[in-house]
């Protein structure tokens, strides 16, 4: 296998043990081979370690390694922003300086542009407070979402900051903060995405897409045209506006393209990286795109993930609610497109028994009844696709 090959191999196998191990623990592929892996990244291997570091060193090297990652994944540290935004220059460092005077002047407005917007969207992204729930704040947030009495129940507290929960809320104790609807805590812009940041995320995700496909592009036409010049110098009589690729088996031209890497490692090496590690980014952009048209985030996605095992478990019991209940002391009028009148009730979810059923009422008997199939259960932040963006987008 030559250099070519190796690299390529090598870039390939990282990208998707890097995919498997982000991308495993979501809810839809939890179950898959991909999920399989993620278990074995993050619990098998590790926990095999820990058992051979136990028996030879009585656990030291262990107790080391669970500090440390229990500082790169549950404290607030710049170092994994840091660590991307670092990786991000260095490889435009050394992709650009070779690159740049072989681009046309269109190509190479797109190509500083793209450069730019991810270094924007991701500072903007790690900086920005708009999702921070404040007393000053804290009225507004309380009025732009219902409460579905399924995800979310009015009355809840938080104890550290001090106030009702507003629908869609956490609080991350990452942050220790609470904030407007709460995607999740991303340890790659040392943020929690939510009201205000969610849109750079998706304008981090999408330019850091198109900036590697394109540089992946880039280094297909650069190095192409490296072979083409070589390939009509050893071949005077042959055609200079076809190229040199057509007729050719694929071992033939993964030879030639092995020789352009090699000739120009500088584009070669990092235009294979972007190659192979666009798909991790656009497969993130993507996972975001369903959950806009789903109409819930991550964080909510984990929740419905549980109501749908409760469901499938026979634990889910529901009711319609009579016409304008609401608890007006925890429960302020919101103008929201769609209205719902279920109230469920899980016999595994503490917080949907405490909030919905009354004392002295108990499921199974008038007006509960067993929900059999999650498609009997309204989400009632769904508003289809576009009317969902555009909630993305309001300010």
């Known amino acids: 296998m030559g250099l070519f090959k190796k690299i390529a191999v090598a870039i390939l196998s990282i990208s998707f043990v890097v995919f498997c191990a982000l991308f495993g623990g979501l809810p839809r592929l939890r179950h898959t081979p991909v999920g399989f892996i993620n278990r074995l990244i993050w619990i098998k291997i590790p926990g095999l370690l820990f058992a051979i570091d136990k028996a030879l060193t009585g656990g030291r090297s262990a107790s080391f390694l669970r500090a440390s990652g229990n500082y790169l994944m549950n404290t607030n540290h710049p170092l994994v922003l840091i660590f991307y935004l670092l990786v991000l220059f260095s490889a435009q460092l050394i992709f650009l300086p070779s690159a740049l005077p072989r681009l046309s002047s269109p190509q190479l407005i797109v190509t500083l542009s793209l450069c730019f917007l991810p270094y924007y969207t991701t500072l903007t992204c790690a900086f920005s407070t708009a999702h921070h729930i404040t007393p000053s704040t804290h009225a507004r947030h309380m009025r732009e979402y219902p409460f579905d009495h399924v995800l979310f129940h009015p009355g809840q507290w938080c104890e550290t900051c001090q106030h009702l929960k507003p629908p869609r809320s956490k609080h991350c104790r990452i942050c220790n903060v609470c904030v407007a609807k709460q995607d999740h805590h991303c340890i790659w812009v040392r943020n929690c995405l939510g009201r205000g940041t969610y849109p750079y995320f998706l304008g981090m995700l999408g330019s850091l897409g198109c900036m590697l496909a394109y540089g992946a592009y880039l280094t297909y036409l650069i190095l192409g045209r490296t072979v083409q010049w070589k390939f009509l110098e050893k071949n005077p009589g042959y055609p200079e506006e076809k ?108 917080m949907s028994l405490e909030s919905e059923l009354p004392q002295g009422m108990s499921l199974g008997q008038e007006p509960w009844v067993p929900v059999n199939d999650m498609a009997d259960v309204v989400n009632l932040y769904d508003l289809g696709f576009w009317e969902n963006l555009r909630d993305v987008f309001r300010t």
């Open 243 to 350: 190229w040199w690729s057509e007729g050719m088996s694929w071992g033939q031209a993964s030879s030639w393209w092995g020789w352009a890497f090699a000739e120009d490692i500088r584009v070669g090496a990092v235009g294979l990286l972007a190659l192979f590690t666009a798909p991790l980014a656009w497969g993130l952009f993507g996972y975001h795109v369903y959950l806009i048209w789903a109409g819930m985030t991550t964080n909510e996605s984990f929740k419905w993930e549980e109501w749908s095992e409760d469901v499938q478990d026979g634990y889910v019991f529901r009711r319609e609610a009579e016409r304008g209940e609401r608890n007006e002391r925890w429960e302020p009028e919101v103008e929201w497109p769609a209205r719902t009148a279920q109230r469920l009730v899980s016999r595994a979810n503490k």
